[in-house]
């Protein structure tokens, strides 16, 4: 087994979290990964929110409904990306967390026939 160390500290080197390549394949993760059963979600206005998130500004808030994926939660998606980006690199994962994380994790690595420890 390889470990890959991946900090959570930013560096000069490090591109931000939302650059236009990470959107564009967070965009596409139904197609890439047809296994998961990733669901389409709807967005639902929420105007009552508007104010109390910006009354300075016109600002529109919207919600997606994620707990209606597979396993509970958005965080399917993440795992799906950062998972994806390690699965051609033969490494094993490890989470530390029996909630929603490690819910995506485990699923997220059989969808990808990886291994991990959660």
């Known amino acids: 087994m390889r470990v890959v160390r991946v900090s959570p500290k930013a560096s000069a ?3 931000p979290i939302l650059d236009a390549a990470r959107l564009a394949s967070a965009r596409t ?3 890439r990964f047809p296994l998961a059963h990733l669901r389409p979600l709807s967005l639902v206005r929420a ?3 508007d104010a109390i998130a910006d009354p300075s ?3 529109r808030v919207w919600l997606a409904a994620e707990s209606m994926q ?3 939660s958005f965080k399917i998606r993440g795992a799906l990306l ?3 980006n390690l699965a051609a690199k033969n490494v094993d994962v490890v989470a530390a967390s029996a909630g929603n994380h ?3 994790v485990a699923f997220a ?3 990808l026939k990886m291994k991990a420890k959660v």
């Open 57 to 59: 500004r016109k600002t």
């Open 47 to 49: 105007a009552e929110l």
């Open 82 to 84: 950062a998972m994806g």
């Open 29 to 31: 993760l139904r197609e």
């Open 70 to 72: 597979i396993t509970g």
């Open 109 to 111: 690595a059989k969808v």
């Open 102 to 104: 490690g819910a995506a």
């Open 13 to 15: 080197d490090t591109p």
